[in-house]
């Protein structure tokens, strides 16, 4: 019952135990249970980063020595920051609850609406590029890499991922600039390689692989293992001996079984893509949100830091569930 | 991704890995003897076993943690990683004695960015400070960071996923529900908050690793007590009349050990990457202590990239060459301190 609201829903699968007319039902009780669950959780959300905000010393509107206190407060009492607590959460959760954010106290009169509608769209092109990249170049050299079982490639990619699946991404991220930048300039100049930026379509290579090769290195091991494990399953040895070639027992067999367990991974990658892409934004200069955000802590932009917690955890949130109902979909013996 | 991504997959298969191997039944005799070996359950001394033959040998008995240590000693990567890792915890331990000079000294403010020599083998900083004394006493500060936060997540993390794994249903519930909240929240995001709530320092980033980090070791505890719970050992205990924390204390929780020693090989790099990535963006470490990410911070000014890349080189190394010790360390442990389990 635990553990609804993570991947350790799933119970373990049980085969022929259930038939599968009642699987849809409960996979809608399944989805309802955890979309219930998920009020209170944004709820506990909100409020642990509102009291953390509040208790953080020092007014948003107090940055600079010749501001006379009077002003700070009539900033506090523009804003509602003189109100009681309780009533300003009650207050900024009925705004939220409309979408409405609140003007960011930094950058007025810029809304956190706009900030987020501006630099949203480049975290989330960034995140979804290097998952991309992540999933099809990670499952691909497992797969590759366990049917050809000790070959050279299976070193090689073996090695690859042993290589990348611990490196932090801005670590990953300053290592290729070092590379292109620094130590190959030629082949980094000619291909348009720079140590910042976003605005042309090769400014988002480099970013991408930093992002993306600890969960490329994850995918490619798991998948491997994964691989490996049902080439050795005894269907696999009767599709063998009623003659199959070794290409259809793969796509017929291996493939569809294999990957089935790897899609879990999928939801703690999105995890690890948006706080990467915290970091990696700061290391290539990309104006994502971020980097933002890093700026708005700094400055105590109370409105923007409550939206960006909010967005990340909603956006978490729905991509879990997604990656556990396109489980149930496509293993027909997970039961929820 | 390893780095803050809470379900790591290393975690959950560690947490399978167990099931099968601390039961305490000795093996019987018509197994090979390698085989018999592995089965021996810690703790047991002598294990007197009928040859085939019949008449009675006595070997001497090989522990659990010895038969590890041949493992992990086999597994090349392991050697490495534990190299990695006990080259970098005595940096840490001796930084005043390896350093040739304090960690805010300057050298010589006029050959500030000088680059690698003899007398300075990693060159100097900015502010004509040795990089490499700051670069030992920078792995003091992660060393402390990565131990101490542990040291917090384990106080909390398992008494929690005890007491919601042994006793189940209403505490289980409540534990586990507060869990989960804390658990949607991205990690890096919390610790940054509390960071900023606190202010910037060594004691504040640990605390805010450890007060956040607990929720995946509950997790873990949890699931090994859940499947503890139903051996047929811990049943004789409670029928014997064991107390609910004898029962923890003698049964569970030494027969969660392993699951509990690799997570906390994979905890600690990840405290690491935590600290270096909050002294990075400037909410960290405060300067003139030295810390890894602020020194990734002054290298990777635009301005000194190019030209002085030795600044930027060796904190980028050195935190990457951690947490591959760590990594390499934490999967060789996995695998020689469960025998059952084969991953390709």
């Known amino acids: 019952m635990a553990g609804s609201l993570g991947a350790g829903a799933l119970v373990a699968p049980a085969i022929g135990e259930d038939s599968r007319e009642e699987a849809g039902p409960r996979m809608m009780r399944f989805a309802m249970n955890r979309i219930f669950w998920f009020i209170p959780t944004i709820l506990v959300m909100a409020a642990f980063t509102f009291l953390i905000m509040h208790a953080t010393p020092g007014s948003p509107f107090d940055v600079s020595d010749k501001q006379r206190p009077e002003d700070i407060r009539r900033l506090e009492a523009l804003y509602g920051l003189d109100k009681p607590l309780p009533e300003q959460f009650v207050l900024y959760l009925w705004n939220a609850a409309h979408l409405d954010f609140g003007i960011s106290y930094h950058a007025r009169p810029q809304t956190v609406n706009e900030i987020i509608g501006r630099t949203f769209p480049i975290s989330l092109h960034l995140g979804a590029m290097a998952t991309l990249f992540a999933v099809v170049v990670g499952m691909t050299l497992g797969v590759l890499a366990a049917v050809n079982q000790n070959g050279w490639l299976d070193y090689t990619s073996v090695t690859m991922a042993v290589l990348f699946y611990s490196m932090p991404s801005f670590v990953m991220g300053f290592l290729l600039i070092l590379l292109f930048v620094v130590w190959l300039p030629d082949i980094g100049v000619n291909l348009g390689f720079r140590v910042g930026g976003w605005d042309r379509p090769i400014d988002w290579i480099l970013p991408t692989i930093a992002l993306g090769a600890a969960p490329l290195a994850t995918l490619a091991r798991y998948t491997r293992s994964s691989m490996i494990e049902v080439i050795r399953s005894d269907f696999v040895r009767t599709a063998r001996a009623k003659g199959l070639t070794e290409e259809g027992v793969v796509s017929k067999h291996v493939l569809k079984n294999a990957l089935i367990p790897v899609v879990t991974l999928i939801g703690p990658i999105f995890a690890a893509v948006a706080t990467g892409s915290f970091f990696v934004e700061q290391v290539f200069n990309i104006p994502g949100m971020g980097k933002f955000f890093v700026t708005s802590m700094q400055v105590k932009d109370q409105p923007m830091i409550l939206a960006v917690v909010l967005l990340y955890g909603v956006f978490l949130a729905i991509m879990n569930l997604l990656v556990d109902l396109t489980y149930g979909v496509i293993d027909p013996r997970i039961r929820y | ?344």
């Open chain 2, 1 to 344: 991704m390893a780095q803050s991504h809470r379900q790591s997959q290393p975690l959950d298969s560690a947490n399978l890995a167990l099931r099968n191997t601390d039961t305490a039944v000795p093996a019987p005799p018509w197994q090979a003897e390698d085989q018999i070996e592995d089965a021996v359950a810690p703790g047991q001394r002598d294990t007197p076993t009928v040859g085939l033959g019949g008449e009675l040998t006595t070997r001497k008995q090989r522990s659990l943690w010895t038969d590890a240590w041949r493992r992990l000693r086999r597994n090349k990567l392991a050697v490495v990683g534990l190299f990695l890792v006990a080259a970098f915890s005595l940096i840490a331990i001796f930084a005043p004695a390896i350093a040739p000079y304090g960690q805010a000294e300057v050298v010589d403010f006029r050959l500030a960015r000088d680059a690698p020599s003899w007398t300075w083998p990693m060159g100097l900083d900015a502010n004509g400070r040795d990089m490499f004394s700051r670069m030992a006493y920078g792995a003091r500060v992660s060393l402390v960071v990565g131990v101490l936060a542990q040291a917090i997540v384990l106080l909390i993390g398992v008494p929690i996923g005890a007491l919601a794994g042994y006793f189940g249903g209403a505490t289980d519930n409540v534990l586990m529900r507060l869990v989960d909240v804390i658990y949607a929240i991205p990690q890096l995001l919390i610790v940054l908050l509390f960071v900023n709530w606190w202010g910037p320092g060594l004691f504040n980033i640990f605390l805010a690793i450890g007060l956040v980090g607990w929720v995946t070791e509950a997790r873990l505890v949890r699931g090994q007590f859940l499947s503890l719970r139903e051996q047929e050992y811990v049943s004789a205990a409670q029928v014997a009349g064991a107390s609910g924390t004898y029962i923890i204390r003698k049964h569970m929780l030494p027969n969660s050990l392993t699951p509990i020693i690799v997570a906390l090989t994979f905890g600690i790099p990840t405290a690491i990457f935590i600290e270096a990535a909050l002294s990075y963006v400037g909410v960290g470490i405060r300067p003139p202590q030295a810390s890894w990410g602020q020194m990734v911070a002054e290298g990777s000014n635009p301005g000194y990239i190019e030209t002085d890349p030795h600044m930027l080189l060796f904190p980028v190394l050195a935190i990457g060459l951690t947490m591959l010790g760590f990594s390499f360390l934490g999967d060789g442990l996995r695998d020689a301190l469960d025998p059952k389990g084969s991953r390709d």
